[in-house]
């Protein structure tokens, strides 16, 4: 097909990239280790990791995982736990020994949590100790054998180390009391995997990488099966598209979005680690002054997140006093990037916040603005190398420059499909390889392209999927609801925020009660911040609640 976007290529990105380069991520993460061996890795909480230390911890651990009984290549290993030092060396010691990576929100409910262990088969879990609780309450009803457990400061310098442990568990209270007969610490795998020999795993383009969960249609979250053929091919596509702006082993990203997040998980924590960067990572984000704080300790060079956190830090004192003269890319993706938004970041940092777009299913990058633009276009950009995108309607039919359609994507980044749901995966992966985004998009003279609308009902909170249907079925349990229809409004906050419509059944029904029931069962963004009560919700000739209607007043 033709590609009107690759006219507005910046000067010296490639149209095609190679995917054939690399057989993994695995393979990638050892290069660097080899070629940026003395260079910091990552750092957080005043503790860094170089490149040789990463690689020795995770050989270490990677060994550990495959002495354990019966695990086999491919199996899934979870990881539950915020951005800590712990879980880079999660990640990339169980890619090393040939298994899967499912990353699991560690604010997950035990019901949340319960499904995505159980439908992704997990054998083991490397889980921080404050999740342990919700842990062990769904435990007997997964397939999960040996559960890891970390304490937020283990890898830490002493005596930080244990002081942090102590106020965490002690001071605070945010460790739950738990009980998990058999759990092993990470600390202690390590020491055990370091008397044990890492066996050399074939690792190829399919083989399953990482099983990331996305919200379902159904309420219930599905796993994308993203290849180490996906990961490797976005890795190059991103790398390809950033190279103008990075230079191997001087830069510095802050990585604030949770690496279960795919945008971080790709953007941050494997394309800059190819080239040799410093990931800096931010455990706890929503702590803005803690936030600002922390920025003031390093002259970053890169910065990635969603437009809440963007505004959150303008709107935060002593942000505009960063020394920002190292700052050279911004990347905004998960939600539209606002205007007002990004035209203050650029008069408070002097550079531009450039909007990407991308899917879990796309691993996630699709659309990237050039690094050259200088002002913010609206657009979510132009393909990324090796990436066709197309507008369809509903029919398939391909639509002409700046009618809107269907946003549909084809490239070595798109999944291989959710896993074992073959009908849901034929819904939106036809036999050409196209996939059907859901979003309604249009593409101007210059191939750049535009989110119109989402043909899904989806919510998108901080960057975060939320599907009505899940919503609906937790708040149709309450007691005392008859109907309940969930629609995102307009929230300064973060972007979109959830508001249920209901109907009562029990006149003692309250907006506390709905929201209280939705806490117990709900992830904290899913959970609504509106709830109107109506006598009756607006349906269909057949009975089904016309969400669009909800919108309008009573």
């Known amino acids: 097909m033709e590609k009107p976007w690759l006219k507005s290529y910046p000067e010296g990105v490639r149209a095609e990239i190679d995917p054939s380069e690399y057989n993994s991520v695995a393979e990638i993460f050892n290069q660097s280790v080899e070629r940026f061996a003395d260079l910091p890795a990552f750092s957080n909480m005043g503790a860094t990791l170089s490149y040789r230390q990463i690689g020795d911890m995770t050989r270490n651990l990677a060994a550990y995982l495959q002495s354990l009984p019966g695990m086999q290549k491919g199996d899934r290993v979870a990881v539950m736990m915020p951005n800590l030092l712990q879980n880079p060396v999660a990640i990339f010691a169980i890619l090393r020994a040939g298994f899967t990576v499912v990353n699991t929100n560690p604010l997950y409910t035990p019901r949340e949590l319960r499904h995505q262990l159980k439908d992704s088969g997990a054998k083991a879990i490397i889980v921080v100790d404050n999740f342990c609780n919700t842990l062990q309450q769904v435990?007997?009803?997964?397939?999960?054998k040996q559960v890891?457990?970390?304490?937020?400061?283990?890898?830490?310098?002493?005596?930080?180390?244990?002081?942090?442990?102590?106020v965490v568990k002690h001071v605070k209270k945010m460790v739950p009391a738990y009980q998990i007969p058999g759990s092993i610490t990470l600390n202690k795998a390590l020491s055990v995997g370091a008397g044990k020999q890492l066996e050399s795993i074939d690792i190829n383009h399919d083989d399953i990488a990482f099983l990331q969960y996305t919200g379902g249609t159904t309420g219930l979250a599905k796993g994308a099966m993203l290849t180490n053929g996906n990961m490797v091919a976005n890795m190059l596509q991103a790398s390809e598209w950033i190279a103008p702006m990075v230079e191997e082993?001087?830069?510095i990203i802050i990585t604030a979005l949770p690496l279960y997040h795919i945008f971080s998980l790709t953007a941050n924590c494997l394309v800059f680690m190819k080239a040799g960067a410093l990931n800096f990572l931010i455990?706890?984000?929503?702590?803005?002054?803690?936030?600002v704080k922390e920025l003031s300790s390093v002259k970053f060079t890169a910065i990635t997140g969603v437009n809440t956190l963007f505004n959150g830090l303008l709107n935060t004192p002593g942000f505009s006093e960063l020394d920002f003269s190292r700052l050279k890319l911004t990347l905004g993706g998960g939600m539209a990037v606002q205007e007002a938004v990004a035209k203050?970041?650029?008069?408070?940092?002097?550079?531009?916040?450039?909007?990407?777009?991308?899917?879990?299913e796309t691993s996630p990058a699709v659309c990237i603005n050039p690094m050259?633009?200088?002002?913010?276009?609206?657009?979510?950009?132009?393909?990324?190398?090796?990436?066709?995108?197309?507008i369809r309607t509903e029919d398939g039919e391909f639509l002409p420059n700046g009618d809107p359609g269907e946003l549909c994507v084809r490239g070595?980044?798109?999944m291989k499909g959710y896993w074992n749901k073959p009908e849901e995966t034929a819904f939106v992966l036809d036999e050409k390889g196209w996939l059907k985004t859901g979003d309604i998009a249009m593409m101007d003279e210059q191939g750049f392209f535009y989110i119109v609308d989402r043909k899904k009902d989806m919510i998108l909170v901080s960057g975060f999927n939320v599907f009505p249907n899940e919503v609906e079925s937790i708040i149709a349990a309450c007691?005392?609801?008859?109907?309940?229809g969930v629609i995102g409004i307009e929230d300064p906050n973060c972007g979109e925020s959830v508001k249920a419509v209901i109907v009562k059944k029990d006149p003692q029904l309250t907006e506390q009660i709905v929201i209280d029931h939705c806490r117990e069962n709900l992830t904290n963004y899913k959970v609504p911040r509106a709830v109107e009560f109506r006598e009756e919700l607006p349906k269909t000739n057949v009975g089904k609640i016309l969400r669009r209607e909800l919108r309008n007043p009573s």
């Open 344 to 360: 203050r970041w650029r008069e408070v940092t002097g550079t531009p916040l450039l909007e990407a777009y991308g899917l879990t």
């Open 148 to 166: 890891i457990t970390t304490q937020l400061g283990d890898f830490l310098k002493f005596p930080k180390s244990m002081i942090v442990n102590l």
């Open 372 to 390: 050259n633009l200088s002002d913010y276009n609206g657009s979510i950009g132009l393909p990324v190398p090796s990436t066709e995108v197309s």
């Open 479 to 484: 007691p005392g609801v008859l109907e309940v």
């Open 283 to 291: 455990t706890n984000p929503r702590d803005m002054p803690g936030f």
């Open 249 to 251: 082993r001087k830069e």
């Open 412 to 414: 070595p980044q798109v």
């Open 139 to 144: 435990l007997d009803d997964t397939d999960i």
